[in-house]
């Protein structure tokens, strides 16, 4: 089953104890990259300039067996984003950004996951509509991660709205306590899953950092901790965990009992666990995961 993907690609400069190292990123881009290290078939629609960034993450994506539309190639400058990370391992972003999709058809892929900013910047939300909708119709299963930036983000109540029709229109939607935080202030945690499954999905997850995640139907709610890691930086660790998610979306939405879940549960942390270990989104291959 062809999985396609639509959001962003880019260059994350990552800051650390006075030293700098650039590297291929973009939370969408780094979810391809996970399916394809998975040896799934996926293809990334983004946005790539034709200049020393574009380049390298082409390179580093295609390395990894990700395919690229040839509408992600574009005159405009490839997006760079500066992550500063602290003495935990968190990171702070701030970006250069572009993001004008063309509009690709995407029937054919069984599963269509987008999030982040290509999700909801103003700049390319009505292209992500309609390859959504057209996907949708085709009878694709859609999956969603907000990743929010806040720093990003002008209009705060536009943006809760968009996001509050991609979770609409998803299957399943992924979220971290940071994320929840930001969409519904003040609410708990099985209040926000809650709300997130009365708007349409399916399966609801939340990424709790440290402290592991819980995964939701209407039927079951499951809690596990984090596995135990020395981090070396947390860059990834989200996309690692909906990655797996993206590639059990067709089994989780067939069955979606509690055995079924707490597989994919105990699946996405020993994933995210992995990357956390080593510098940069540096997502697991399927040989780690054996």
């Known amino acids: 089953m062809t999985t396609l993907v639509i959001g962003e690609a880019l260059v994350d400069v990552v ?7 650039s590297v291929p990123g973009g939370s969408p881009a780094n979810v391809a990259l996970g399916l394809a290290r998975l040896g799934r078939e996926v293809t990334l629609h983004t946005t790539l300039g034709d200049d020393e ?10 390395e990894s067996g990700v395919a690229l539309t ?10 760079i984003a500066t992550a500063d990370i602290d003495e935990n ?10 993001w004008d999709p063309a509009a690709i058809d995407p ?14 910047l103003p700049s390319g939300a009505a292209a992500v509509d309609g390859m959504l909708a057209a996907a949708r119709a085709a009878g694709a299963l859609v999956t969603f991660d907000p990743n929010i930036r806040s720093s990003l983000i002008a209009d705060a109540d536009a943006v809760r709205a968009l996001i509050g029709e991609r979770t609409a229109a998803s299957d399943i939607v992924k979220m971290s306590d940071e994320d929840a935080a930001w969409l519904y ?22 990424t709790r950092g440290g402290d592991g995640a819980v995964i939701a139907t209407r039927g079951h709610r499951i809690s596990r901790p984090s596995a135990p890691v020395t981090v070396a930086d947390t860059i990834g660790a989200g996309d690692t965990f909906m990655t797996i998610l993206v590639d059990e979306a067709p089994a989780l939405v067939a069955d979606l009992s509690e055995a ?6 105990d699946r996405a942390l020993r994933a995210a666990a992995i990357t956390v270990s080593r ?12």
């Open 53 to 62: 960034a574009g380049r390298a993450v082409r390179a580093h994506l295609e």
């Open 15 to 21: 800051r650390e104890n006075g030293r700098t190292n």
């Open 260 to 265: 079924i879940l707490g597989r994919v549960l």
């Open 107 to 120: 029937r054919g892929a069984g599963v269509v996951h987008t999030g982040s900013l290509g999700a909801w």
């Open 89 to 98: 391992g968190d990171a702070s972003y701030s970006f250069a950004l572009e």
């Open 185 to 206: 202030p003040g609410a708990s945690e099985d209040e926000v899953l809650d709300t997130v499954l009365a708007a349409g999905p399916r399966i609801a997850a939340l």
């Open 70 to 79: 040839p509408e992600s190639a574009t005159a405009a400058p490839t997006t």
């Open 279 to 290: 510098p940069g989104p540096d997502l697991p291959w399927a040989r780690d995961m054996e």
